[in-house]
């Protein structure tokens, strides 16, 4: 069966501070990948998706970027974090086949402080 | 473009009492439609999904039916229990190339014993 991980669970960082959030994907090859923020108390929204390694598109203008360096490894990243960019982040993942309902793994909870 | 509305929250019923959450949709095409649940501090996991109009999803008493005509898809269940207690998420699945979630903004349900 397939599971995801996504690490750290928690991380506090300072303003300013680089941030990797890693999520990699088990018992499935060549998955769409998709990275998203939930900020408190509200819904998900959509940062990064892609369907293929080193293939990103990203769903709005920020701070972070994305990386697929390998074919179940998602990498969530940031230069210089802001107050702004804390959040849950949740990693999910679905076949690129026929069916298409996302899976999601544990999330990551980060505090910008 | 594709949106998601849901109820707004936070709904509370005691034990045993009728559920119903509504939702509904606006999208091209023809999505398929998912209810989504979060436990706190969890990531998401998939309830139940529909793909076609009149398609009814259902798992763990929950069920909801794609209504096409009404651009609507209420989650329902009969008798809550405590262990129901969670924020649900009303999604639509785009039928465009990205297949993309379009998520709602979330409900809360408290079930008191």
């Known amino acids: 069966s397939q599971t995801i991980h996504q690490w750290p669970a928690t991380l506090v960082q300072p303003v300013g501070s680089p941030l990797s959030l890693e999520c990699t994907v088990e018992?499935?090859?060549?998955?769409?990948l998709y990275w998203y923020r939930q900020a408190a108390g509200r819904g998900l929204q959509l940062l990064f998706y892609?369907?293929?390694?080193?293939?990103i598109s990203s769903e709005v203008p920020q701070n972070l970027s994305a990386s697929r360096p390998q074919d179940r490894q998602f990498i969530l990243s940031s230069k210089k974090l802001l107050l702004s960019d804390s959040g849950f982040y949740l990693c999910?993942?679905?076949?690129?086949?026929?069916?298409?309902?996302?899976?999601f793994g544990p999330g990551t909870r980060l505090t910008v402080t | 473009g594709n949106s998601v509305t849901q109820m707004e929250g936070p709904v509370t019923l005691s034990e045993e009492a009728f559920l119903t959450i509504n939702c509904t949709y606006t999208?091209?095409?023809?999505?398929?439609l998912f209810w989504y649940v979060q436990y706190p501090g969890e990531g998401l996991q998939l309830l139940l999904k529909?793909?076609?109009?009149?398609d009814k999803g259902s798992n763990k008493g929950f069920e909801a039916t794609y209504r096409k005509e009404t651009t609507s898809f209420h989650l329902e269940k009969g008798s809550v229990q405590v262990s129901d207690s969670a924020v649900y998420f009303c999604?639509?699945?785009?039928?465009?190339?990205?297949?993309?979630?379009?998520f709602g903004s979330g409900t809360q349900l408290t079930v008191l014993p």
């Open positions: 999910a993942w679905s076949l690129g086949g026929s069916s298409y309902e996302q899976y």
């Open positions: 018992g499935t090859s060549n998955p769409n």
């Open positions: 892609s369907v293929g390694i080193g293939q």
């Open positions: 999208a091209t095409g023809y999505p398929s």
């Open positions: 529909a793909t076609k109009a009149d």
């Open positions: 999604a639509l699945l785009s039928s465009g190339s990205a297949r993309q979630l379009t």
